[in-house]
Each structure stands twice: as structure tokens, then as C-alpha cells.
């Protein structure tokens, strides 16, 4: 019998049972080895079904070097459509996708010196030692957002299975000039990664939801000034994760090289609608990783006359002993010149999201005094919320209050403010 034969006798349930445990035998944990038999078998079975694909190496990037590709836009040569980069549907013929980040290796967050023998990608700024990146889109990836960008992160687990805290950034320059790390930053998107590691199958990638960025459109879009794009958190490769036994020592297999990084991001700017030509504003206020006195303060500078828009608020509570604060909600109240202009609640249930975590700790996603729910989900986005405002010429004072009006002790809250208009 034919081998497209023996494949059309299969149930329409035992194949994709088939083809899942075939590509999970090929994902063990051998970083940078060579495909097998089985893997071979495996991928011939997919190319019969084409319901998956499969690498030489479960670790090896599917579309480059873990950095920028400088011209990713879709209708150019390099394009990346909208399922390739993102795995959800592309949403018509019209998307395009501009890949900011490909697999951009996160270090650790405790390291003092900058990762040996790493070279980020050309064009590509590498701050804190390996935490950190930046950069510039190109004047055809700027003409090609449209009205409703989005930001689309896509996470791959290697050595760290911890939830850790991570954002997408805007930095606005002009024309010529390199930001520098301490530049104000406006954050696009934050999120939490999952519990997992490289050795999870299909559970080793996650890509989160869309994230709306439209506010900021016409800013990004301005040919007048250089668009930077970032991508922060850092990881926390330790004694008995995935890739080293509890007394340091590497798991069979696993590099040196492999096993000082704890995961990896790609970053993708979505749009389906063209961009406008008119004029823009986007502030920096409040960017604040640690913050232990509440309430929060901070500055809008309005350079220009009084302009209506948008602040745009993130906020996240972050300590793990008991009672901390990543284990409460806040009620929040956001004023602009000494009048409120928004109120939010920051609860949100973790259950949906257990999903993506098979290394998780389950009391994060069951109900309990100090679980679910919580004010942000290993797995999720962290909600922006936003609020109509006017800004008035010069220094406009924004606060951010919080009920309880206190922080635990050892924890904090990481806040972002930011306004756009129109």
C-alpha cells in the first residue's frame, strides 16, 4: 500500500494523535542536535498531512538569528505574513507584519557584565547587560503601520520556567540620533510569561493576544522623527531549571552557551488599515519599575498648546510573600492636574491561563486567599486602560492612587503613564 494510502485510512482522531506525539518525541532536550529517525519519519508523516512542520532542532529559530530582520513588511521581499509570525488568522489579504525582534535572547537579571561572546543583531542596541534591546524601524516599516497597529509578542521558553515581567517599548528621537537606556519610554505592551521550559513541546512557544497600540499610530508613523522599538524584562537562568541539575551542573546535552539564557522573544507590529496624515502627540509621564509609596506622581510636559487625547495608564503589583501585592487587586484612581479623570479595578482570573503553564504553580490559577484572583496571570497581557484627558501648556502633574493605599512589605508596583493625541 502507498504511504498516502496508509495515511488516508487513519481516523481523522488518531492522526493528529499520531502526528503530536511524533513531533513531541523529536523535542527532547538536545539542544543544537541533529535530527533523527524518528524526527526524519516524523516530518514525512507532516509533509503527507501538512499539519505541522518540524525542525532539524527543536531549538533552532524558524526564521533567523534571533534579532531584527531591518525590512520585514509585507508586499516586500523578506515579508512575514500574519500566521507565519503570529499564529492567528491574518485577518485578510491586507495585513501586514513589520518583525521588530526574532527570537531575541533574554539574559539574566542579576548578571554584572554583559553576556561574552553575544553580538546582538546588526542594527540592534543591547542595554543592561542582555535585558534589554532596542530598534529603529525603517522608513518603509513606519509607512506600512496603519491606524490599528498592534503589538504581537511571541515567547519561547529555553532554561528559565519562572514567570517573569516583560514590556514592549516606544521610544520617539530625532532624526539621527540613538537613544540612550535612561531616554523617556513610553510602554506599549506588558506581559507575564508563562511557566515553562524548552523541554514542554508545543507548550515551549506562546503567543500572546494582540495588543492594542492605535493610540500611538500616527506618532510611530512620523517620518519626521526616528522611531525606536524595545523589548525589557530579562530572565533568570538558576541552579535546577531546565537546563542544570540543582548543584549547577548542565543537564546532558546542554551548552554552556544554551543554558545562560532563560527564554527568548519575538516581537511583531500588526496592522490592517492604512496610516492618516495627521499630526500627533505622544508623552512620556510616569515609567517606574519599583515603586513602594503610593500615591504614584509624576510629569506630562506639553510642549505645545493645550491638545485633547489619551493617558494611557499599566500597572502591575509584584511580591510573592505572603499577602504580597502580585496577590491582591487595587482599586485605582488616575488624576490629571489635581482633578480625577479615570477610576479601574485590577482583578483578573487566572484560571484561563493555567493552559499555558505545564511547569505552573497551581494555587497562581485556583481560587484562594493568596491565588486566584490576582492583578496579572503568568501567560497574559497586563490591561492598559485609558482615559480622555486634556493636557494644558507646560508641566501637567499626573497621579496615580491605589486603594489599599499601602504596599506590602517586600513588595512593589510597576507603573507606566503616558499620553497621546489625538
Known amino acids: 500500500m502507498h504511504s498516502d494510502a496508509v495515511i488516508s485510512q487513519l481516523s481523522p482522531t488518531l492522526l493528529p494523535m499520531l502526528v503530536r506525539t511524533l513531533v513531541e518525541r523529536t523535542q527532547s532536550p538536545i539542544p543544537g542536535g541533529s535530527c533523527n529517525s524518528l524526527c526524519l519519519f516524523a516530518c514525512f508523516i507532516l509533509s503527507l498531512t501538512a499539519v505541522a512542520g518540524c525542525s532539524s532542532s527543536p531549538l533552532s529559530a524558524p526564521r533567523g538569528d534571533g ?11 523578506g515579508a512575514a505574513d500574519a500566521a507565519g509570525a503570529a499564529g492567528e488568522d491574518t485577518r485578510g489579504a491586507s495585513t501586514t507584519v513589520v518583525n521588530v525582534f526574532d527570537q531575541i535572547p533574554q539574559f539574566g537579571i542579576y548578571a554584572e557584565s554583559d553576556p561574552q561572546d553575544y553580538l546582538p543583531p546588526s542594527g540592534v542596541l543591547s542595554w ?38 516583560g514590556a514592549a517599548f516606544l521610544l520617539l528621537e530625532p532624526k539621527g540620533r540613538d537613544p540612550e537606556p535612561t531616554d523617556p519610554r513610553i510602554e506599549l505592551v506588558r506581559f507575564i510569561t508563562p511557566f515553562s521550559d524548552f523541554t514542554q513541546g508545543a507548550l515551549g512557544q506562546h503567543v500572546y493576544p494582540d495588543a492594542d497600540v492605535s493610540a500611538y499610530y500616527r506618532a510611530m508613523a512620523d517620518p519626521a522623527r526616528d522611531v525606536w522599538i ?12 531546565a537546563c542544570s541539575d540543582s548543584d549547577g551542573a548542565l543537564r546532558s546535552g546542554v551548552t554552556a552557551e544554551f543554558a545562560r539564557v532563560g527564554f527568548r522573544y519575538s516581537v511583531d507590529l500588526i496592522s490592517t488599515q492604512p496610516s492618516g496624515d495627521s499630526a500627533s502627540l505622544a508623552l512620556a509621564g510616569i515609567d517606574e519599575n519599583a515603586v513602594k509609596l503610593l500615591p504614584i506622581d509624576g510629569t506630562i510636559l506639553n510642549d505645545g498648546n493645550a ?30 492636574n489635581g482633578a480625577a479623570i479615570g477610576t479601574f479595578g485590577t482583578e483578573i482570573d ?68 503616558a499620553f497621546s493625541a489625538p
Open 67 to 77: 534579532g531584527a530582520t531591518g525590512g520585514d513588511v509585507a508586499g516586500t521581499p
Open 128 to 165: 543592561r547587560h542582555g535585558t534589554e534591546y532596542a530598534r529603529r524601524l525603517s522608513p518603509s516599516e513606519q509607512a506600512a503601520l496603519g491606524a490599528d497597529v498592534a503589538v504581537r509578542v511571541s515567547y519561547w521558553a529555553q532554561c528559565d520556567e519562572y514567570d517573569r515581567l
Open 230 to 241: 524595545g523589548i525589557a524584562g530579562g530572565s533568570n537562568p538558576h541552579p535546577g531549571d
Open 307 to 336: 491638545v485633547a487625547g489619551h493617558v494611557i495608564v499599566i500597572v502591575s503589583g509584584h511580591g510573592s510573600s505572603e499577602g504580597g501585592s502580585e496577590y491582591q487587586s487595587t482599586q485605582d484612581t488616575v488624576t490629571l
Open 350 to 417: 487566572c484560571a484561563p491561563y493555567a493552559q499555558f503553564s505545564p511547569r505552573g504553580n497551581p494555587g497562581i490559577f485556583k481560587r484562594g486567599p493568596f491565588g486566584n484572583p490576582r492583578n496579572w496571570c503568568p501567560g497574559a497581557l497586563v490591561p492598559a486602560h485609558s482615559f480622555d484627558a486634556e493636557l494644558a501648556p507646560g508641566d501637567n502633574s499626573v497621579s496615580l492612587a491605589m486603594v489599599p493605599t499601602s504596599v506590602p512589605e517586600g513588595s512593589y508596583y510597576a507603573v507606566s503613564v
